[in-house]
C-alpha cells in the first residue's frame, strides 16, 4: 500500500472537519510525548535507586555509629542564663549611653525607665519596603 492510500484526502472535507482533525491529532501528539517523557523520567529514578542502594546502606551504618550523645538540659540552662544576664546588662548600658548622648545638647535631662526587645514580626528591612510600597503616589 501506499502512503497517498492511507492518507485522508483533505480536498473533499469542510474546514471545521480539517480544524478538529487538527486539533485532536495535536492534543494526541501532546499527551503522547508527554506520557513518554513521565516513563523515561520513571526509569532514570529507577536506575538511581538501584545505583545509590548499596552507598544509602553504607550511609545509615556510618550515621548510627557517630551518634553524639546531647549533654543534660539543666547545665545548658545555667550556662544561657549566666551569659544572658550580662549581655542584657551591656545592650541596658549602651542605650542609656546612645539615650544620653542625644539629650547632651539641648540641656535636658533624658531618662530609661524600661526597654523591651522589638516585636517579631519582620525585619527593618521588610518594614522599610512595605512602607516604601504602600505609601502615596
Known amino acids: ?16 472537519e480539517l480544524s478538529t482533525i487538527t486539533t485532536f491529532s495535536g492534543i494526541a501528539i501532546v499527551f503522547g510525548m508527554l506520557l513518554i517523557l513521565v516513563v523515561m523520567i520513571a526509569i ?25 550523645k546531647v549533654p543534660e538540659p539543666s547545665s545548658v540552662k545555667s550556662v544561657v542564663n549566666t551569659s ?9 548600658a549602651v542605650i542609656s549611653a546612645a539615650v544620653a548622648m ?6 535636658k535631662k533624658a531618662v530609661v525607665r524600661s526597654i523591651r526587645p522589638s516585636s517579631v ?10 512602607r516604601d510600597n504602600v505609601r502615596a503616589f
Open 44 to 68: 532514570f529514578g529507577l536506575f538511581a535507586k538501584v545505583g545509590n542502594g548499596e552507598s544509602d546502606k553504607k550511609a545509615k551504618i556510618e550515621k548510627a555509629s557517630k551518634v553524639k
Open 102 to 107: 542625644m539629650y547632651e545638647g539641648t540641656g
Open 121 to 130: 514580626g519582620r525585619s527593618a528591612w521588610a518594614n522599610a519596603g512595605i
Open 1 to 16: 500500500m501506499y502512503f497517498t492510500q492511507l492518507a485522508i484526502d483533505a480536498s473533499k472535507m469542510t474546514k471545521g
Open 84 to 92: 544572658s544576664n550580662v549581655d542584657d546588662e551591656e545592650v541596658i
